[in-house]
């Protein structure tokens, strides 16, 4: 039987060797492009969004020039994404606030991060490893939280306790590369509603929290339903990263 922390390592061990080079999918080549590549991603693929920023990029280099575009013109761009007109709200505000607070230079921690509309914790903690290097934290999204309850490394579903529970059991180095390597797992073995648990290098190790219930990926669910042997009877969940 492994302590939470002993499985954590092996989990660990076991992603680097399907995922050897783990960075995101996210096409991006300075911090501000992947922090619009990551807002655009909330509700969007990753292959949808580097179909959207070739164009955004174009027209609007950097932040600079994103701050003077107009809302309308932004939307037309980033219409596929899904919640276009929030997201590019969010991004010409974020704009404007780089170039007069920032001096049009993404800053490099949580707390300015997070103070730029439309970043939340989740997605700083993404630029912050993709575009400086900085492990401040750990981006928990739908699969994170996931993959974690159904590992028995939490046993919540809310992300920031999810985050609290998951950085003690990695070490800190690894923080940034467990979020990408586990967004891959959960879209190539731990599905939301059909895990492959027949072909899942974690089988041996993987306690599966409420893998035999229906759409068995809701915490929440698995304990306010759960039946004689410790599973939910049902459950609701439908969110994409």
């Avoid at 939280?145 to 800190?172: C, H, M, Q």
């Amino acid at each position: 039987m492994h302590t939470k922390q002993e499985r954590a390592l092996l989990v660990l061990e076991r992603l680097h060797r399907r995922y050897p080079e783990p960075e995101t999918h996210l096409h991006h080549a300075s911090p501000w492009e992947l922090l619009v590549a990551t807002v655009l991603a909330a509700q969007c693929t990753d292959a949808r969004v580097n179909m959207v920023t070739p164009e955004l990029f174009r027209r609007w280099p950097g932040p600079e020039e994103l701050a003077e575009a107009g809302q309308e013109d932004l939307e037309a761009v980033v219409h596929s994404t899904g919640f276009y007109r929030n997201k590019a709200k969010n991004l010409i505000a974020a704009a404007q606030r780089v170039v007069q607070v920032y001096g049009g230079t993404v800053p490099a921690s949580m707390a300015e991060l997070v103070t730029l509309p439309g970043l939340a914790r989740k997605t700083a903690n993404v630029v912050l490893w993709g575009g400086f290097g900085i492990n401040e934290g750990m981006a928990v999204d739908t699969h994170v939280k996931r993959i974690a309850f159904r590992l028995g490394l939490t046993e919540s579903d809310n992300p920031v306790v999810v985050e609290r529970d998951l950085l003690p059991l990695f070490p800190v180095k690894e923080w940034g590369n467990v979020n990408h390597m586990l967004v891959w797992f959960g879209r190539h073995v731990c599905d939301a509603r059909k895990p492959a648990c027949d072909r899942c290098e974690m089988a041996d190790i993987c306690p599966r929290c409420g893998v035999d219930a229906p759409e068995a990926a809701n915490p929440k669910a698995s304990k306010s339903g759960a039946g004689k042997n410790g599973t939910a009877t049902s459950t609701k969940r439908g969110k994409k990263h």
